[in-house]
């Protein structure tokens, strides 16, 4: 599929694959296909960052690849590796067979038939149904050397073996980089991106991604769910709940057949938008009925 012609054809595209897309990360998405450019999404962990590459991938027929960041995540990992164990049965099958050439053998073992190729080497190769698209998640996990290695990898395109070579992406990849914002990334990388803060949806559109990614809750139990995980953001917690969670709960209350909220049920269910006890301690009892008696008399009825 080609790319999207206008802001609302990506809109569109997005809301094919479920993901509920405002103007602003519409528009910055429309520029970043039209324009090739990477697409920097920063925000709170949950809010739908990491989504919004599979639902381009999957929208535009492409194949998405992922880096995953991690502390100490060094260049070597991200781009490739060479398969030793199948080396060392080449060296000894060799040595077996008798009159090694060393130097020769040392050619055909630094070939790809040995090359373990990692995310960025990936998306460096041609892939059938055009360019894919490459998910660097997390970029804030890593360190600055890390970064330092993708400012040349995004800028060209193009990642140098040394046995090998350098080489070339024949199309460049659809690149999304996400933050959670644990620390700064450097301006040097955000300077060739383009740049969106994603936030956490307003309560009318976090109902849509509701109703989309959860279609058979009741209206009013979608109405009840949302506007409780909103009013936990506000709270002083240790991890406030991202939209994932409240899908993930909405569908353990369908599971459990619940039609509304009771503080019964949120005390049972407090571990699917929850992650650390002591926040789940501090909401056990009387401070889930305050929040859901506060809940509910700011609901309209529907």
Not at 287 to 293: C, F, G, M, S, V
Request: aromatic share 6%.
């Amino acid at each position: 599929m080609t790319n999207p012609t206008s802001i609302g054809a990506v809109q569109d595209m997005l809301a094919g694959q479920d993901y509920v897309c405002g103007r602003a990360l519409g528009t910055v998405t429309y520029l970043a296909l039209t324009l090739g450019r990477p697409l920097f999404l920063e925000g709170e962990a949950g809010t739908g960052k990491t989504e919004i590459a599979k639902a381009i991938a999957l929208g535009l027929g492409r194949r998405l690849i992922r880096l995953q960041c991690y502390e100490g995540l060094d260049a070597a990992s991200a781009v490739y590796e060479w398969n030793f164990a199948e080396q060392m049965i080449a060296i000894r099958t060799a040595e077996a067979a008798g009159g090694v050439d060393r130097g020769h053998l040392k050619d055909e073992l630094f070939t790809e038939q040995y090359l373990v190729e990692r995310p960025l080497l990936q998306a460096m190769r041609p892939q059938a149904g055009g360019a894919p698209v490459l998910l660097i998640d997390e970029i804030d996990r890593t360190d600055e050397p890390f970064e330092a290695f993708l400012l040349e990898a995004l800028s060209d395109f193009q990642v140098t073996i040394p046995e090998l070579g350098t080489i070339h992406a024949p199309e460049p990849p659809i690149v999304i980089l996400t933050s959670n914002r644990t620390r700064e990334v450097h301006d040097a990388l955000k300077r060739r991106c383009l740049y969106h803060w994603v936030e956490y949806p307003t309560f009318e559109r976090e109902i849509e991604i509701l109703q989309a990614r959860a279609p058979e809750a009741a209206e009013q139990l979608s109405r009840e769910v949302v506007a409780f995980v909103q009013a936990l953001r506000t709270e002083d917690l240790f991890k406030k709940p991202g939209v994932a969670e409240t899908i993930d709960w909405a569908k353990c209350l369908l599971a459990l057949d619940v039609v509304s909220l009771s503080p019964e049920v949120i005390a049972d269910t407090l571990g699917a938008i929850l992650k650390y006890q002591d926040d789940i301690a501090r909401m056990q009892g009387s401070e889930a009925k305050r929040i859901l008696d506060e809940v509910r008399s700011t609901l309209e009825p529907t």
